[in-house]
């Protein structure tokens, strides 16, 4: 308890502990700037807890250093999670922390600073234009064989429009170069680029487009992964080639376009080819022409003049003679074979005729024979087949006669004689 004294000599205005921390903390956060800020620092200490991750984010050039909090929940939407000796590019709010009077940064994103954050946004950007199919080979043009008139964008104080122009008159004399010129650094390089590509395609004259410019630093070729270039490289009509940086460098201009090659110089090397190499190439080929005809005439020669060997050995009128003479035997043969078949069926036939007059039964009843039949008129062939009293039927040469059995005798010398067959005339 505060003597009498003590109390006269507070002044009114005079705060607790509690009631200045409450002050500060509602100071600092309903400040409007404190609600949202982007801060970059130093990882200078991190401590992983399980609710979330504590760091110390320091200035580099000062010792000035703030407690920084992810919360657990927060974690998973970091693109970059906090490591000791890194700069980072953070967003949170500015908390107080009233049981030790301590203000902390609550962090909600965490992206890597200075080229990191670019590069992450170049990766962003990829993606997206990769999900689009924008960089898919389906889609890009082939470049033409041999091109004729050729525009370059590019800026014309910079080496690149040199080397290109020299690379394409020595590789090509006589070829037509547009100029399109354009900014290739900084800021107001991308609008730049844009317009030079789309004065391009309105001249229409163009057969191949040179996208170029020499090598530098990632922040000077920063123009080539604008979004902006890229989808009009995309959406022009006329083939891209692009030429830009050095060898280890790749933009995302070069993914798109339907060409790239790591420099201008190689760039032109690739728009046209070399046109000696190609006198050389043409003279090679017609030297090879040249041999592959000579050893087929070579070849069709030594046949012919087998051929004609041939002919004077085989003598031709010779063999046609001989065989027609071969026809000839053959024909007789062939006639003398059928005159004999023919005659031996004759005498065949004849014969056959002979045979056929000899059995003819009316010539036997001409010689005065006759045929008894019975009743039923079946050829009466033995006497014992008949009784008396039987009516028969006679044939004869002329007519027939019916007379009655009156008497049958047979001869003793058939009586015993084993059974004849008779031939039938008239069956």
Not at 77 to 99: A, D, F, H, M, N
Not at 367 to 392: H, M, N
Not at 393 to 403: A, D, M, R, S, T
Request: glycine share 6%.
């Amino acid at each position: 308890m505060t003597s009498p004294l003590l109390n006269s000599l507070i002044p009114e205005s005079t705060l607790s502990v509690a009631g200045l921390t409450e002050y500060i903390q509602e100071l600092l956060q309903q400040d409007e700037q404190l609600l949202q800020v982007w801060v970059i620092g130093e990882v200078s200490s991190t401590s992983r807890h399980r609710s979330g991750i504590f760091f110390t984010l320091q200035d580099p050039h000062s010792k000035a250093s703030i407690q920084c909090v992810t919360w657990s929940s927060q974690l998973s939407k970091l693109s970059k999670l906090p490591t000791t000796g890194e700069q980072l590019l953070v967003l949170g709010s500015i908390r107080v922390y009233p049981q030790r009077g301590q203000y902390q940064l609550n962090v909600w994103q965490a992206l890597p600073a200075g080229e990191g954050l670019q590069a992450l946004r170049d990766r962003q950007l990829h993606q997206q234009l990769q999900a689009e199919g924008l960089f898919d080979e389906e889609r890009k043009h082939p470049l033409p064989t041999h091109p004729q008139i050729i525009a370059v964008v590019t800026s014309p104080q910079a080496a690149a429009w040199g080397d290109i122009q020299r690379t394409l008159q020595q590789r090509y004399p006589g070829l037509q170069v547009l100029l399109s010129p354009a900014q290739v650094q900084g800021e107001l390089a991308p609008a730049s680029i844009v317009e030079a590509i789309e004065l391009v395609e309105q001249d229409g004259r163009a057969e191949l487009l040179i996208l170029a410019r020499g090598g530098g630093a990632s922040e000077d070729l920063a123009c080539f992964n604008d979004e902006r270039v890229v989808r009009a490289i995309a959406q022009c009509s006329i083939p891209i080639l692009t030429g830009i940086g050095h060898q280890r460098d790749e933009s995302l201009a070069d993914l798109v376009a339907d060409k790239c090659a790591h420099t201008p110089t190689a760039a032109a090397e690739l728009a046209v080819p070399e046109l000696m190499s190609l006198i050389a190439e043409h003279r090679q080929r017609q030297l090879v022409l040249k041999e592959s005809v000579k050893q087929v005439l070579e070849v069709s020669n030594a046949q012919l003049q087998q051929l004609q060997g041939r002919l004077q050995w085989l003598q031709i009128d010779r063999q046609l003679q001989q065989e027609k003479k071969a026809i000839a035997w053959r024909r007789q043969q062939l006639i003398q074979a059928t005159s004999q078949h023919l005659s031996q069926a004759s005498q065949h036939c004849q014969l056959l005729q002979e045979k056929l007059t000899t059995l003819d039964p009316n010539r036997v009843l001409k010689r005065g024979y006759a045929v008894v039949r019975l009743a039923d008129g079946k050829i009466a062939r033995q006497a014992s087949d008949l009784v008396p009293g039987e009516e028969l039927q006679i044939q004869l040469e002329q007519g027939e006669v019916k007379v009655m059995v009156t008497e049958i005798s047979i001869s003793e010398s058939y009586r015993d004689a084993p059974e004849r067959v008779y031939p039938s005339f008239l069956d």
